[in-house]
Structure formats: C-alpha cells, structure tokens
C-alpha cells in the first residue's frame, strides 16, 4: 500500500514537532513507523544541487543524487534525496512542471521535508523561476508557509533590511547585474520576490533573527496572521543561519541556497532522525583522458580559465565567429583530439560582457545560452566516445547540458570540497568521473586541482 503522510491538524498554526510520522503497511496489515528520507531536495541546476549533496555527505548523511525525477523510486533506504534539474532559466511553466514532478516522487517516498535550492545570488526574472517555482511547492506540500534564505556569510554573500549583498556591494552594482541571463538589477529581495508570486512576501528582519527562538517564531507568527506566507531572512553571520535553520526545521517546505542546509543534520541527531555513526563515503579513482568544458561568463570562470591555460591548451569558441553548433564541434574536436593524447585540454564558450552582448544580438538572449549549450553538451558526447573519462564542466546551465547530453540520472556524490564545487563519479565498470562547478565560485586553480584529484581522490 502507499505510504501515508501524518500532517499537521493545524495547518496555518506556528508549531514545533520532534518528528513528523510516517506510516507504512506491512504484510500483516499492521503500521510500521518510517522515518526516511528526512530530507529532500529540489535543485534548479547540477551545480547547486550536487554541492547540497555534497555538504550533506560530509555531514555524514547518506545522500542521494539523481537527474530524473523517475529515478527517486529507485533509491534505496537513504537519508537525503536530491533532485537536480535544470530549471533555473527555462520558461516558467517549464521550470513550475518539473518541480512538481520532482516533488511528488520524493513526497511520494514520505519525505519529511522539501527543500527548494537556488543560488545565492537569488538569480532569476520578474517571470520567474523562484516565486512559481515556490507557489508549486507550497501547493504540492502544503507548507503553511515557507522561508527564504539564500545567504552565505562565509562568502560575503548576505543580506539585511531585505537588500543582498556580495560583500560591500549591493547585487545591483556586483558584477552579478551584467548576468547574461538573470541580471540582478534589484538588491531588494522582498520586491524581487513580490513581482513573481501573488503570494505576500514579508521579512524576517535581523533583530529576530540574531535573537532567534520565541522571539523569531512570534515574528513568523504575527506576520502569518496578517496574511504574509513567504519570508525573506536577513542573514548577516554563520549564528543567524544557526537560529534560521532551528526555526524552519521541522516546517514541510524551506528553501534557500546550500549553505543552510549544514545547520539541519545536528538538528536531526538532535531529534533522533539520524541514528547510528554518520555516513562516510569517498569516490573510486577515476583515470583516463580530461577536459574543461566551460560556459560560464562569470569572472571567476574566465580568472580559472586564464591559470588553466598557463599549464593546458585552451580553445576559446566565439559565437559570433561559427557558422553553426556543428561546424563549431567539428573544428573544436579537430584541434583537441590530437592535443588529449598528451594531456588535458580546455574548450569554452565563456566571454567577457561586451562579447556575450555581441552574441546575444546576433542569436537573441536565449538563442545564444542555446547555441553555447548545445556545443558544449554536442562536445561532451564526442569526448566521452573518445575516452575522455575526467570532466571538469563550468557553469550551471553548462553543466546541465553536459550530464543530460551523456544521459546520466544518477551520480555518487563526494564529500564537500569547497563553495560551489562537487565532486562525483558514476556507476559501472567504466567509472566518468565530474567536477561541476559554480560560475562564480571556487579557487583560481580549481580546474587542474580537479583532474589531478579525479585519479586520486581524498
């Protein structure tokens, strides 16, 4: 019989639970209790949802991660499911179609949280992806309400009165405003929020926050009784995360960037959701040829790329200079395949902004994302064919492309080994080893230290 969900009677009441049941038949017809998993998340890219995971691993949570939503009924007796789909730039309707999707195969697994991730950046439009990504969430869970909390204090990305911050700046005078295609030009993200939900948006202001308990719980509740369902969380230091993750951890639905999701699983122990010695797991090595694939426009990305380069050929691929993806994958795996016999190479569709603003009027905005994902995913194909067993891929729409394209819906997924970085192998015999990683993240040495680490891993 499917598993049953004990919810709440008071659906729209502040309460604290140690546990939320779940019941299971067994042959007998008698209710066995079941309290696994208690966690799952909903990733809008592979980037994002693979550093989840791999937080939660190092945490000593036995964590899951799949691509396909169909995949999740597979699983076995795991702690934490991840979801990753590229959703985080598709047409809303897209974007709201495939969480449900997501979400219904973990709540359909009696999963006693759903967590939404997304940047910390908070990227996205007026249409969407975060406000109806959430309003499916909040339907399908029936969370009373639901935080937001996409800070990470440890990388000066934070906010207060509302407004985000990387580091001094406000997003809207970052770097972060030149986004190809989700350019923060708003730090305020209550308004931000607002214009993509019919849902009220309201803030979890810093005085409750830093005070935390009663006096966070009475701000939810007083805001709740005027109406307001959604709540942006003003998170300045690590403490605030403390306090945040102590509030929302037994609500159906939170959402937020990685970074919170560290404070849960000392909270679970807590309430006796994680029992025995925490989960260990390491990677199997992984040799083989190795390439960069990169298509993230982020400084970073091109700051990682020019060190590559010191020690590694690159091959930069400029749209506005190809005469189609397939003329681009031809001349790209010309120059390349020699060049993998005696080492790794890099290929890119990276650019700077004045060269993105370049394809872009020549293809359109999402013409152009199109046209470089498609090179990208079309090159991973032909690598792999050729016995390229060690990807490093830049970028989370890029990312997305490369594991869709080599049709993959499941990963091991390696300990946390820094932001915006994860580390994974698949399955088999003919073990493909991955580094997906953030555009905007991780050191300026990151792509040499990733395909070494791949045949060696810690």
Same mark, same amino acid.
């Given at each position: ?24 038949? *067994? #042959?007998? !017809? ?9 966690? $799952? ?6 980037? &994002? ?52 999707? %997501? ?36 339907? @399908? ?17 934070? +906010? ?20 190809? =295609? ?7 993200? +209550? ?7 019919? @849902?009220?948006? !309201? ?13 966070? #719980? ?34 159906? /639905? ?21 029992? !025995? ?5 390491? =990677? ?6 190795? +390439? ?12 990682? /790329? ?48 004045? %060269? +993105? ?38 970028? &989370?729409?890029?990312? !997305? ?5 080599? $049709?993959? #819906? ?7 080994? $820094? ?8 399955? &088999? ?6 580094? =997906?990683?953030? $555009? ?15 045949? *060696?891993?810690?």
């Amino acid at each position: 019989m499917p598993r049953k969900i004990i919810r709440h009677p008071f659906p729209n009441k502040i309460f604290d639970i140690s546990c939320i049941v779940y019941l299971k038949r *067994n #042959r007998d !017809g008698r209710a066995d209790m079941m309290g696994k998993p208690v966690f $799952g998340v909903v990733a809008d890219d592979l980037t &994002g949802g693979m550093e989840t995971a791999a937080m939660l691993v190092a945490h000593g949570v036995d964590c899951a991660f799949v691509t396909d939503p169909e995949a999740v009924d597979t699983i076995g007796d795991v702690d934490a499911i991840v979801v990753a789909q590229k959703t985080r730039v598709i047409p809303a309707a897209q974007a709201v179609a495939r969480t449900e999707r %997501a979400a219904r195969a973990l709540l359909a697994r009696a999963t006693r949280q759903i967590f939404f991730k997304y940047c910390a950046t908070f990227d996205s439009t007026d249409d969407g992806n975060i406000g109806p990504v959430a309003d499916i969430l909040m339907a @399908t869970t029936g969370a009373p309400y639901a935080a937001f909390c996409p800070a990470s204090p440890a990388l000066k990305r934070t +906010v207060y009165n509302g407004h985000l911050f990387l580091g001094s700046q406000l997003i809207s005078e970052s770097p972060k405003r030149h986004d190809p =295609l989700t350019p923060m030009t708003d730090p305020d993200l +209550v308004r931000v929020l607002q214009r993509q939900t019919k @849902t009220r948006v !309201g803030l979890l202001a810093h005085p409750a926050v830093s005070e935390g308990g009663t006096t966070l #719980r009475l701000a939810v509740a007083d805001q709740a009784a005027e109406g307001i369902r959604y709540f942006i969380t003003d998170t300045i230091y690590d403490r605030d995360l403390d306090a945040i993750a102590e509030l929302t951890c037994d609500w159906p /639905l939170m959402t937020g960037n990685a970074t919170i999701v560290q404070h849960y699983p000392a909270l679970w122990r807590q309430r006796g959701l994680l029992t !025995g010695e925490p989960h260990t797991r390491s =990677l199997q090595p992984v040799s083989g040829k190795g +390439v960069v694939l990169s298509g993230s426009c982020a400084e970073r990305t091109l700051e990682q /790329l020019a060190d590559f380069e010191r020690s590694h050929p690159v091959l930069r691929i400029d749209l506005t200079d190809i005469d189609s993806a397939e003329s681009a994958v031809d001349a790209a795996l010309r120059w390349a395949l020699p060049k993998l016999e005696t080492g790794p190479v890099g290929l890119s569709t990276s650019a700077a902004p004045e %060269a +993105v603003a370049a394809a872009q009027a020549r293809y359109g905005r999402d013409g152009a994302a199109a046209l470089g994902e498609k090179i990208v995913g079309d090159l991973a194909v032909a690598f792999h064919g050729a016995g390229v067993r060690r990807f490093v891929v830049a970028g &989370g729409e890029t990312s !997305g492309s490369v594991v869709e394209r080599l $049709g993959i #819906r499941g990963l091991n997924v390696g300990p946390y080994g $820094g932001p915006g970085v994860g580390t994974a192998t698949t399955n &088999g015999d003919d073990p493909v080893a991955f580094c =997906l990683k953030s $555009g905007k993240l991780g050191p300026v040495d990151l792509f040499t230290r990733a395909l070494a680490s791949m045949k *060696n891993p810690e």
